[in-house]
């Protein structure tokens, strides 16, 4: 059974820092496009950074470029997302996301991912 599995969240006070992981179980995604997603109340899921399946490139929201930090360790099968200064409006779950297929030099959304992970939540305090 192929599971990712995020970890990290938690409460923060704004100007703070949190850094997410997302292990995978039962399949190494070491040859997989992989990103972070996140999603507010009452608003769609919407990307928050992604990393190439080579490690090589990385892409970030506009809202979140200079603050956060996606980053892979092909050797523990995980991804990390260090958040930085958060903001209140960085307050949502933040689901990790693999691709549907390998080798693939794409930038995910989400008609592209094969894999979710359950979420975890970030609450950003003023």
């Known amino acids: 059974q192929v599971q990712l599995v995020e970890s990290g969240g938690g409460l923060v006070q704004a100007g703070g820092s949190l850094r997410l992981s997302c292990a995978a179980f039962g399949r190494t995604f070491n040859n997989y496009a992989m990103a972070w997603f996140r999603q507010a109340p009452g608003k769609e899921r919407e990307i928050v950074a992604g990393?190439?399946?080579?490690?090589?490139?990385?892409y970030y929201a506009d809202s979140v470029k200079g603050r956060f930090t996606i980053s892979r360790d092909d050797a523990k099968n995980t991804v990390y997302l260090q958040m930085n200064t958060l903001e209140p409006e960085d307050t949502a779950v933040y689901y990790c996301a693999a691709d549907r297929n390998m080798y693939r030099s794409v930038r995910l959304d989400r008609t592209l991912v094969g894999y979710w992970g359950q979420g975890t939540q970030v609450t950003v305090s003023t």
């Open positions: 990393i190439t399946w080579s490690g090589r490139s990385t």
